[in-house]
């Protein structure tokens, strides 16, 4: 009999909650940058929304179609903040504040 609770995940549900996770923290970093705040704000309240609305999501195809989405407007996002410069200037100070050197 085995001492794991009826609820506890599998390792491919436990991975790829892992890869929702890092999506969710890589999203809201890329929102960071957006340079109006009530544009961020908006972003903000948008993408924890779509979370919210899918988190009882259990279907692992479901899940990952889910991803996609989400990952397609995260390279939007991360364009537009590319186009206006706002995004290489902000990589730019983040590194040399840890210290990095770019080639």
Same mark, same amino acid.
């Given at each position: 009999?085995?001492?794991?609770?009826?609820?506890?995940?599998?390792?491919? =549900?436990?991975?790829?909650?892992? &890869? @929702?996770?890092?999506?969710?923290?890589?999203?809201?970093?890329?929102?960071? =940058? @957006?340079? /109006?705040?009530?544009?961020?704000?908006?972003?903000? %309240?948008?993408?924890?929304? /779509?979370?919210?609305?899918?988190?009882? %999501?259990?279907?692992?195809?479901?899940?990952?179609?889910?991803?996609?989405?989400?990952?397609? $407007?995260?390279? &939007?996002? =991360?364009? $537009?903040?590319?186009?206006?410069?706002?995004?290489?200037?902000?990589?730019? $100070?983040?590194?040399?504040?840890?210290?990095?050197?770019?080639?």
């Amino acid at each position: 009999m085995s001492k794991l609770p009826k609820s506890a995940l599998s390792l491919k =549900q436990f991975m790829l909650r892992q &890869e @929702v996770l890092k999506l969710y923290r890589t999203i809201f970093r890329t929102i960071r =940058q @957006v340079p /109006d705040e009530a544009s961020r704000e908006e972003l903000r %309240q948008w993408a924890r929304a /779509d979370f919210r609305a899918n988190r009882h %999501q259990t279907e692992e195809l479901a899940i990952k179609m889910l991803m996609q989405t989400a990952n397609r $407007s995260l390279k &939007e996002l =991360q364009t $537009s903040l590319g186009l206006s410069g706002i995004a290489s200037t902000t990589a730019a $100070s983040a590194s040399s504040k840890s210290g990095c050197k770019s080639a």
